[in-house]
């Protein structure tokens, strides 16, 4: 247990610093921007990661939402609990993760959506093929052919949301006495605290591998953007109002103990 302590401290030393928060969001941009230079330069050399079967992509990013939600979900509920315990609060809270999944969900579908009207169904790289029934992605690929269409970067976009998302929600371990908590639950949040911040190092290099090997500039730009206006417009906009969920919540400096 006072190895997990160790642990937590650390981390929550470092997401205690101001220029840590308010600058890591900005973060992303500054990578898609050089790693999508790199990319046209071809200055990076191929590896195990810029392949899309890389066991990252397959276990992890593929489902990176049902990932986040898996761990998020329980820390949100044992951390906020620990500040207070009324339902009405907790039920309020939770619909963070509804609207998170809201954002996702819609901004998804609308990348699938652009990708469709935008694109054609080719034979190959240079053979359009002209069947009107191949008016969709999914049905030219069933077909063995190829869709071309603008493919705004959905890795891009998940990858750096749910970084955010997970940024925002984790805050308030930097202002919780778990001394307070009881054996196991104090465990159990402390590892997933562990794991969320472990979980946000596989997104930030994955999001950088996405940015080195794959799509477009301009995909993988527009992504990160939907990505940081969909983070900014609920945490920074949105759920600093009385109709919200709400942020995640934190003690008066003056009101907080020392973290064990």
Same mark, same amino acid.
């Given at each position: ?39 046209? $330069?071809?200055? =990076?050399?191929?590896?195990? @990661?810029? !392949? ?7 276990? *992890?990013?593929? %489902? ?61 790289? $240079?053979?359009? =093929?002209?069947?009107?029934? @191949?008016? !969709? ?7 063995? *052919?190829?869709? %071309? ?112």
């Amino acid at each position: 247990m006072a190895s997990l302590d160790v642990i937590v401290d650390k981390l929550v030393v470092l997401w205690r610093i101001p220029a840590v928060r308010q600058k890591f969001p900005w973060s992303f941009l500054l990578i898609s921007v050089v790693g999508s230079v790199l990319k046209e $330069l071809e200055s =990076v050399p191929q590896t195990y @990661f810029s !392949s899309s079967k890389n066991a990252l992509n397959v276990y *992890f990013v593929k %489902v990176s939402w049902g990932w986040t939600l898996l761990l998020l979900t329980p820390f949100l509920l044992l951390s906020n609990a620990s500040f207070n315990r009324s339902v009405s609060f907790l039920a309020r809270r939770l619909l963070s993760l509804v609207v998170a999944t809201a954002v996702w969900y819609v901004c998804t579908e609308t990348f699938f959506y652009i990708e469709d009207v935008t694109g054609s169904c080719y034979e190959n790289s $240079l053979v359009k =093929v002209d069947y009107k029934e @191949f008016t !969709s992605k999914a049905v030219c690929r069933r077909a063995g *052919f190829h869709w %071309v269409g603008y493919d705004i970067s959905g890795h891009s976009f998940i990858l750096a949301y749910s970084t955010l998302f997970i940024m925002e929600e984790i805050a308030p371990m930097s202002s919780l006495n778990t001394t307070s908590l009881s054996g196991l639950p104090r465990k159990v949040l402390s590892l997933l605290y562990i794991a969320l911040n472990l979980i946000m190092i596989i997104w930030v290099w994955m999001f950088t591998c996405t940015s080195v090997y794959f799509h477009d500039p301009s995909h993988k730009l527009l992504g990160t953007i939907c990505a940081l206006l969909g983070w900014y417009l609920t945490y920074r906009v949105w759920y600093v109002k009385p109709m919200s969920p709400g942020l995640p919540p934190q003690r008066h400096p003056k009101e907080q103990k020392p973290h064990a």
